[in-house]
């Protein structure tokens, strides 16, 4: 449950950096598009191999730039939700961890309050 949620805010944090790039980038003329895309550059290699069957192609007919357009957008919203997800997943892995901390050790808590 816990890796589906991560999965699902990575998503979330994903499109809502690509929605502040996009307009950082119309509104202050900066740059904030070619700086979200970026670690698309790691991702590509790993979807080469899924794309040379002609999927792409498939979902653009005409090819060309447009195709390539839709790869590096999915290949930098990939990235980033593994960013996002993986971040969200050790934050709550780790607040589980020490909730459960208290609770499971009954040494743990004679310890904690012997020393108080």
């Known amino acids: 449950m816990l890796v589906l949620r991560s999965i699902a805010i990575g998503v979330l944090a994903a499109i809502a ?52 357009v839709l790869l590096i957008l999915v290949s930098a919203i990939l990235s980033w939700t593994l960013f996002f997800g993986a971040i969200y997943f050790a934050w709550a892995a780790s607040r589980r961890k020490r909730a459960r901390g208290g609770t499971d050790n009954p040494l743990m808590t004679f310890t904690n309050r012997s020393c108080a």
Do not use: C, M, N, Q
């Open 17 to 68: 950096l690509a929605v502040l790039s996009f307009g950082a980038a119309s509104l202050f003329h900066l740059d904030a598009v070619s700086l979200y895309i970026a670690p698309a550059k790691l991702v590509l290699p790993l979807l080469e191999a899924f794309f040379r069957t002609g999927w792409v192609y498939a979902v653009v007919p005409s090819g060309g730039p447009a195709a390539g």
